[in-house]
């Protein structure tokens, strides 16, 4: 059974940065993508990026520029690097790996962005 573990969430005032972190109980390499979504409060989940096993990445219109994801291999942990915070990125952001084998996701980590 596969295990994401997100941290990195916490308070962060309007215009600040957070690095989140997804740790995996397995090789991410066997994953066919691995990204980021979050759902803020009264709201539906949605889609925020996304790494693919071949290292491309995307993103969703509104934290281009100022998201990043990213990968480390060696550690099995996906990042997403995330910079300008407004207060409309406050949700709990869920790790979700999706492979031919099952799709998964994380407990979620909480990000506040007030000042």
């Known amino acids: 059974q596969v295990q994401l573990v997100e941290s990195g969430g916490g308070l962060v005032q309007p215009g600040g940065s957070l690095r989140l972190s997804c740790a995996a109980s397995?090789?991410?390499?066997?994953?066919?993508?691995m990204g980021w979504y979050r759902r803020a409060p009264g709201k539906q989940r949605e889609w925020v990026a996304t790494?693919?096993?071949?290292?491309?990445?995307n993103y969703a219109d509104s934290v281009k520029g100022r998201f990043t994801i990213s990968r480390d291999l060696n550690k099995n942990t996906v990042y997403l690097q995330m910079n300008t915070l407004k207060p409309e990125d406050a949700a709990v952001y869920y790790c979700?790996?999706?492979?031919?084998?099952?799709?998964?996701w994380g407990e979620g980590t909480l990000v506040t962005v007030s000042s």
């Open positions: 979700n790996a999706d492979a031919s084998f099952g799709n998964y």
């Open positions: 790494t693919t096993r071949a290292g491309t990445t």
């Open positions: 397995s090789n991410i390499f066997s994953f066919n993508t």
